[in-house]
């Protein structure tokens, strides 16, 4: 799961329980935890449909935001050789005057499974028009290098640095790095997100946890996890401030080891939102 942006669309009628009430019409079926001193790979993530409330955890002075609130729906279906996954999240802002401001965007990737390539397109929108539009593929080497060619908002290309990661890779990097004892991965990240190529990130984890009951997702329960926190930097900006500058966007997770996340804190430097899983069901798909 990618969350890089503030991406947003309207997701009616799917979080009709209340906070912390899951619905499963079709959970996700349990599966084995993976012996820790064997890596994981691209066939231990599970293809899934997961809902999430979002609500304001915290704003911070002297910013503007009184209140934020919304859903996000994020899915990844197995498509054999590769992950197409979709991001759609609403988040309506209110200020300290009352005003509301609703954004939306529209996520969508295709990567595939040896993370040598990615198509993306992402469309965000602000009270309804459509405000930003991002599309193209990228394709790297084996090295990380490679390059990005966009289609939108303009015809061009960026060139990638060495040890780029594609986003469902990172994942799987930093999982990996959690159950061998590491606390620190420090990577070039591109997601199509951003029009200006890869992103530098740190992630910070804590130390891997044991299988543990977890109360409404009982195919949770069986697997490993770990707390990550991602900061994501622009490269332009860390190499003229010599790498010490302050990200432009964070997030925390709890991240099961099936690639699943429940838990996150959305941080936007003003604001802080907080997101919760309250559903979460199997997608079919595969070989």
Known sequence: ??????????????LAAPAGQAQAPAPV???ASVPLGQALEA????????????????ARDPGNIANAQ????????????GWASRQRFSLTLTDRDGTEIETASDYSTFETKDGRRLRFTLTQMTQGAVTSRIAGEAELTADGTGVVRYSEPETKEERLPPGTLLPNIHTIVTLNAARGGQRLVVAPLFDGT??????????VLSAWDAPRE???????????SVRMRIAFFDRDAQQQGGGATTPSY?????????????????????????????????????C
């Open 214 to 224: 977890v109360a409404g997702f009982p195919s949770l329960s069986p697997l490993g």
């Open 1 to 14: 799961m990618r969350l890089s942006h503030l991406s947003v669309l309207v997701v009616a009628g799917l």
């Open 70 to 81: 919304g859903a996000m729906l994020y899915e990844v279906v197995d498509a054999c050789d």
């Open 29 to 31: 079926a349990p599966v």
């Open 43 to 58: 066939r231990h993530l599970a293809a899934h449909r997961a809902a999430y409330r979002l609500s304001l955890s915290r």
């Open 250 to 286: 964070e997030v925390s997770l709890r991240y099961w080891e099936n690639g699943v996340a429940d838990q996150m804190l959305m941080d936007f430097r003003e604001f802080v939102v907080e997101g919760q899983m309250v559903k979460l069901e199997d997608v079919p798909g595969g």
């Open 194 to 203: 951003s029009p200006d190529g890869a992103q530098d990130t740190t992630t």
